[in-house]
């Protein structure tokens, strides 16, 4: 029998709150006797199913544009799309200064002529952009309260209705293995 068999046989012989007791201490003390249940068979263990299904626990979504650097746009959609892009945020003067300083050159090269400022007005030019697209990008999250006020967080992400396989549990969580939004822009 392996451990994680033995593991989950433990949770299931408890009553749904001391099984989250249970999880909360095991994460909490980093003794981490349950860590080796497979990610979804935990969450079944503490009535979490997927953000798709109607039962169970409660998921809550966040909508994203995710962050793409002035390097990754200028190499996946060119300088000109991207120069077109910054005419609402540059003068037209400078939008000419860089159609000419950047003819002919590679992503790299015209990425130096750009100030700190451009490359960052590109990125959340291209972000709003985005933003009315149809596709749709989400992290959900769902909650199980424990004692002492802690919180048992799972989180999955949805990429255009589609939910990954890679489910994140409270282990990941305290461990900092988390979807970091830094730099996304965030939709509702």
């Known amino acids: 029998m392996s451990s994680g068999t033995t593991a989950i046989g433990i949770l299931e012989s408890m009553t749904m709150d001391e099984r989250i007791a249970e999880v ?46 002035a390097e990754s746009l200028l190499e996946e959609f060119g300088v000109d799309e991207m120069l077109q892009l910054l005419e609402s945020a540059l003068t037209e003067e400078r ?14 090269a015209a990425l130096r002529l750009l100030s700190a400022d451009e ?12 933003e009315d697209s149809e596709y749709i990008q989400e992290v959900a999250y769902c ?32 461990d900092g293995k988390v979807f970091d939004l830094t730099g996304c822009l965030i939709r509702d």
């Open 24 to 69: 909360a201490k095991d994460v909490l003390s980093k003794t981490d006797r349950y860590k080796g249940i497979a990610a979804h068979d935990l969450a079944e263990l503490l009535d979490v199913h997927g953000p798709s299904e109607n039962i169970g626990r409660h998921w809550e979504r966040v909508r994203y544009v995710p962050f793409m650097s």
């Open 95 to 108: 939008i000419e200064q860089l159609v000419e300083a950047t003819d002919g050159l590679d992503a790299k």
């Open 119 to 130: 490359q960052r007005a590109m990125e959340r030019a291209k972000q709003e952009e985005d």
């Open 143 to 174: 909650e199980v309260p424990s004692a002492h006020d802690k919180l048992l967080m799972f989180e999955v992400l949805i990429d255009d209705g589609e939910v990954s396989k890679d489910l994140r549990t409270p282990y990941d969580r305290r």
